[in-house]
């Protein structure tokens, strides 16, 4: 799905700039996109018989989840969206968010995460949001509009990356207690 998603989403914008490299500075903006082919790249690898770490897992579960409550609570009916636009933002937003936590809970290895895996899986979008915000800066385009500095000014986009920060780790500290429950079951 995420592949599929990218590739709609990769098109769509193509069709609108005409031009490949701008189509890829463009759609590389999102934390929604850099999760996808993180997660298109695990999974692929996971088909292949490549070996990835459950922490690995449990983290980009994690991060793909976000992505999915972002795009519910703070997203979602911003842009009226269709045709294939409306098939990616589908795929991406809704889609692979549900399907990889699924994955997780009925196939992942249980009982393998660890209590400060978290805070490990916190440092990705801790490091995408200065990226965004210089981005933004340098572009004139937000990525988001609740990391919009131009729009909110600093306090209130530090306020709501707190509030998404506490968010991200109380799920992480949740994913990490239903790991280490399952894992107790199946022992």
């Known amino acids: 799905m995420a592949l599929t998603g ?22 590389l903006r999102f934390f ?30 994690l991060a793909i ?9 703070l997203l979602n009916g911003l842009l009226t969206l269709s045709g294939g636009a409306l098939l990616a933002d589908t795929l991406l937003h809704k889609v692979t968010p549900v399907l990889v936590p699924l994955w997780w809970l009925i196939f992942a290895h249980k009982g393998l995460l660890r209590k400060g895996d978290p805070l ?8 995408y949001l200065p990226y965004a915000l210089v981005r933004g800066h340098l572009d004139g385009i937000s990525a988001y509009p609740f990391i919009n500095v131009a729009k909110l000014g600093w306090l209130q986009v530090g306020v709501n990356c707190i509030a ?5 780790v109380a799920a992480g ?4 207690a239903i790991d280490r429950l399952m894992g107790r079951k199946g022992e």
């Open 173 to 176: 500290y949740a994913l990490v």
């Open 32 to 61: 929604t996109i850099l999760t996808n082919l993180a997660v298109m790249w695990i999974f692929l690898g996971l088909t292949i018989g490549e070996a990835h770490t459950e922490r690995t897992v449990g983290g980009i579960t």
């Open 164 to 168: 998404i920060a506490i968010g991200f």
């Open 65 to 73: 989840m976000l992505v999915g409550v972002v795009y519910a609570l």
């Open 120 to 127: 490990i899986w916190a440092i990705f979008p801790a490091l």
């Open 6 to 27: 990218l590739g709609v989403q990769f098109a769509a914008t193509l069709g609108y700039t005409h031009d490949i490299l701008a189509t890829a500075w463009i759609i």
